[in-house]
């Protein structure tokens, strides 16, 4: 069976560092797994805008819509989903730090006809 292909969409309203941080981890530790970023910029204005134009030139698979004003959270989310090319959808929060064979584990599960999604549980976070 062929690798599925995955969007994972980020919306993104300033909140550069943590932006930054998530996107490093998903290049860092997706491996093995056909995927695609789409960021949704809600018209942020600490330079997380340039740095995301600047990432997009680095990365082919990383798409960035760029709104002109604050959509929201649901509609930003629906703009990412508009445009994405994967089977699956995977909506993440920038300021997610992913491990190592995150996205693995969750497409594991969805080979079960049953499931129709899946979403992770983080039991374990310590102070």
Avoid at 37 to 62: P, W
Avoid at 64 to 90: D, S
Wanted: proline share 2%; net charge negative; with cysteine.
């Amino acid at each position: 069976m062929a690798v599925p292909k995955v969007s994972i969409i980020i919306l993104t309203y300033n909140n550069l560092d943590y932006t930054r941080q998530c996107l490093e981890s998903i290049f860092q530790k997706t491996e093995d797994v056909r995927y695609e970023i789409i960021l949704v910029d809600n018209n942020s204005a600490d330079g997380t805008r340039v740095y995301l134009k600047n990432l997009a030139s680095e990365h082919t698979n990383l798409q960035v819509i760029l709104n002109t004003n604050n959509e929201g959270f649901a509609r930003g989310n629906n703009q990412g989903a508009a445009a994405a090319e994967g089977e699956y959808l995977v909506f993440l929060n920038n300021d997610v730090v992913v491990t190592r064979g995150w996205l693995r584990g969750l497409l594991r599960h969805v080979d079960d006809p049953n499931v129709g999604l899946v979403g992770p549980v983080t039991d374990s976070a310590r102070k």
